[in-house]
């Protein structure tokens, strides 16, 4: 088995046993990116010498028997919306194309200390705006299973990194589906934590009262591993939550007891792929197979989720995105009239936000600046929160019922890049099944489990109420002991000598 | 409506106060006027990407000492807004504030003038809100350049908002208003108020009301700003109640017709006049939202009675009882107590001193105060305590001092430094038994046969020059025992 192909795992066992050093591993994955960059453009900047740096350090004080941290060693790909103080953090905008943050988003900070490898940055959506990575200012993602399709989005890069062996580990972030649906894209494992859950000081903002940060990997237990250094409450994140944090690692081994899932009937109703259903029906029955009954649950404001949250994170989007206005830092654009009628600074933030931001980012701000406006505010924001309540509530009610709730991530497998640039609100249907569990603050799991006829993956999702992330990845990992979806490799990658 | 003008004056104050905790209202950072450009800021307050406020407590905290001052209601639950605007010295593009539920309401100042220019009366006050404070942008008009430069210092130190009723009804009202709300807030110790710093800041709203053939009408709102003293204040909204009568007369626009909108005019001290500034009718609509990155505030009512019992006693209260426990006049302890909590502490000391509070009253707006004032110091800086100055008050009332000898060692005492007794013999001062200054009254009166007729076909006042006579031989005589003596002396004579 060559390297790229463990999981984080028992990358950090041959480690621990010296049957392999970081350096060798940072090396196989830094090839692994070089070979395959121009193909898929899952990263829009790595640092190989520092990188490989950080390796040799790390097996040089494992090899001096120094105490190590829990991923030492393991490289991983990290979202470019997550400030980082030695590389350009560009949001994948050309608004930020050169930005250096001078400090480490709280997570970086967490994955530093405990000795993972940061390889570099993730291509993603525009400001994290957008479900299939066509929207940065780097050029789309593609999809390592079939390179003319789209690896889903915003964290596109982060899942595309992963399936292609580029890492073995990622962080996403998710706002309405942003790590789920690109897993799912990819075949990969996405967690999108309980609201709080993971701090967000220095995730650039979206949508604020959304925006999670969350690992990805291949399995759940390497998602789980990733989990125990992410989670917990960081005094500078007001909303983050206090509490102990779970070895999610050792409690995701636990086996399932009479585990009661919820399906959502609405989830399988008017626009789903018949190869989704199909494939997320088996796995329904794998679950029930692992002794999980199933229970029949109505979340009757769901269908009002996509209305609400095109309205509330592009409000707070048009607000968090207010900063970057060429005054302080990033783009500002040049030969500012000095005759409008408004004065050359108004002049200079128009041109600068004109030329600095892309199309989609530009619509949400408008969306959002209209939602907020005088005398729309009730219609729209208002509105829109009550809605947001109902749905928390439906999830509360479900979860009185079952444990955890189980349907698709994705409408739809991936689609053909382009095809959907034309027509966003196409684009944000796709977000349908996965904006409830941001709405409400929850929990949620994208898991592989199956391919299309295409060669397309597909993943089934899994939720639960707030700080249940240990059972989800229990589940997922039950599923993943008892199927291999999560072995498969994309024919990108496959060593040519060994196919057949 | 008075006798002299044929209107009445509408005015409302906007007040914001910079609270004086020691780091920021979102950040870490220390808050302090005066430091290099950017030298106090980080990733929050400069509104660096992926930053996260995180509430400084301390200023919630103040802010509801400050709203108990003002006997607002404190509602157990306040949230934060984001106010979405773009200007230069607002690196967020946003400010965050407090929309639909401010941290008090519903409370009130009230307001009198010993001298009588009007009659006691309650100003409303409808809110007082917190909310961080911009930066500030630095025209660089020597070197000719398009250019500002911004300095962010200033960016994220606490503000509270304090909204008037439009309860005043004339700019010695609002002067008035003024100085009362930033003498509580002193007393309070939210902030030390200083406007040049700009750590108290002013925007007025005004207009009339008049009465037109038996038909009420009222001018057009202007919001005043721009001004940068109390004086400033009253200059400003005197000559816009007359611009607006005269406007008024001119146009006969009135609030509400159509067309007719809020206009911000800016206060030019100098000129004395206001001028219109743009109108900001299109980025008047701040689109707030509630502020999604920090969670809501809750207090219990047992915290806030926590803070209400730690207020103190505040300025009217301490007018009350000085009138009453030291039968002052009103006048005076208005002067007193306007002085600040420490100047009244001084008061209380020396008064229990020399047990009488007029003498005091007396001693500390004459002599005092005067220094204090001249050496532009506070009463913290002085350097005669109570009790000494009571020492030197007490000879003064056993005559064994005059007065104005009393006043010389005081001199001595603050511009030297040293104790009453080195103050006395530093001027020679020694006391004079009665045998010598008796002495020295029938020598005098011996020389001065023209006096001693004075008084004697009864021109008492003569004796003065005898008097005078005897302070130049012998600056510690004194002088009352002097003057008896030469009278009784001649009458003998
Ligand atoms: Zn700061």
Known sequence: MAIVDYTATELLERMDSRELTSREITAAYLAQIERYHGEVNALVRWDAEDAMRTAEAIDARREGGEPVGVLAGVPVVVKDNLCTSDHVTSCASKMLANYLSPYDATVIKRLKAADAVILGKGNMDEFAMGASTETSAFGPTHNPWKLGYIPGGSSGGSAAAVASAMAPLSLGSDTGGSIRQPSAHCGVVGLKPTYGRVSRYGLIAFGSSLDCIGPMGRTAEDVARVMSVLAGRDPRDATSIAGPVPRYEESCREPLDGVRLGVIDEQFGEGIDDEVADKVQTAIRQFEALGATVHHISLPHIRYAIAAYYIIAPSEASSNLARFDGAHYGYRAKDISNDEKDGPLVAMYRKTRQEGFGEEVKRRIMLGTYSLSAGYYDAYYLRALKIRRLIAQDFADAYKTVDFLIGPVTPTPAFEIGEKMEDPLAMYLGDSYTVGANLAGLPALSLPCGLTTAGLPVAVQLQGPALSEEGLLQLACAFQQESDWHLSRPELIKPKDQNG | ?493
């Open chain 2, 1 to 493: 409506m008075n006798d002299l003008t044929p209107y009445t004056t509408i005015i409302g104050l906007e007040v914001h106060v910079q609270l004086s905790t020691r780091s920021k209202l979102f950040c870490r950072c220390e808050n302090r006027y005066g430091a290099e450009p950017n030298t106090l800021t980080c990733p929050v307050c400069a509104g660096l990407p992926g930053a996260l406020p995180v509430m400084n407590r301390k200023a919630y905290e103040l802010s509801v000492r400050a709203a108990l001052g003002l006997h607002c209601e404190i509602p157990l639950f306040t949230k934060w807004d984001r106010k979405n605007y773009f200007y230069a010295d607002l690196p967020k593009g946003f400010q965050t504030s407090q929309f639909d539920l401010p941290l008090s309401q519903h409370g009130y100042l009230d307001i009198s003038d010993p001298k009588g220019k009007f009659s006691d009366k309650r100003i409303g006050i409808i809110r007082a809100h917190l909310e961080e404070d911009a930066g500030k942008s630095l025209h660089d008009e020597v070197a000719r350049k398009a250019d500002s430069r911004i300095d962010l210092n200033r960016c994220g130190t606490p503000l509270l908002e304090i909204v008037s009723e439009p309860d005043l009804r004339s700019p010695e009202e609002a002067g008035r208003y003024l100085s009362e709300l930033k003498l509580l807030l002193e007393y309070l110790e939210v902030s030390d108020c200083n406007m040049q710093e700009g750590s108290l800041r002013v925007d007025a709203n005004i207009n009339l009301h008049l009465r037109v053939d038996g038909e009420f009408k009222a001018t057009p709102i202007v919001e005043v700003k721009n001004m940068n003293s109390f004086r400033a204040v009253q200059r400003a909204l005197a000559y816009e109640a007359s611009r607006q009568y005269d406007q008024w007369q001119e146009s006969g626009r009135c609030l509400g017709d159509p067309g007719v909108t809020k206009e911000t005019r800016g206060w030019d001290d100098d000129a004395g006049v206001s001028r219109s500034q743009r109108s900001k009718e299109e980025s008047s609509d701040y689109r707030y939202f509630p502020e999604p990155d920090l969670p809501p505030v809750v207090i219990t009512e047992a915290e806030v009675a926590t803070h209400r019992l730690a207020l103190g006693e505040l300025p009217a209260a301490l007018r009350t009882r000085l009138v009453q426990e030291y039968q002052l006049p009103e006048v005076d302890v208005d002067v007193l107590v306007n002085q600040g909590r420490a100047l009244v502490e001084y008061f209380l000391l020396l008064a229990g001193a020399i047990n009488d509070g007029k003498i005091a009253s007396n001693w500390i707006q004459q002599d005092v105060m005067r220094y204090l004032s001249e050496a532009g110091v506070t009463i913290d800086d002085y350097p005669v305590t109570a009790d000494q100055l009571g020492d030197l008050i007490a000879n003064v009332l056993a005559k064994k001092l005059s007065t104005s000898r009393g006043r010389e060692v005081l001199a001595q005492m603050v511009s030297a430094g040293e104790t009453l007794e080195a103050a006395m013999q530093s001027l020679g001062i020694v006391e004079v038994d009665s045998a010598a200054t008796e002495q020295l009254c029938r020598e005098l009166l011996e020389a001065n046969p023209k006096v001693v007729a004075d008084i004697k076909e009864g021109k008492i006042k003569a004796v003065g020059a005898l008097v005078g006579q005897a302070k130049q031989q012998n600056p510690n005589v004194q002088p009352q025992e002097v003057r008896d003596l030469c009278l009784r002396l001649a009458g003998e004579m």
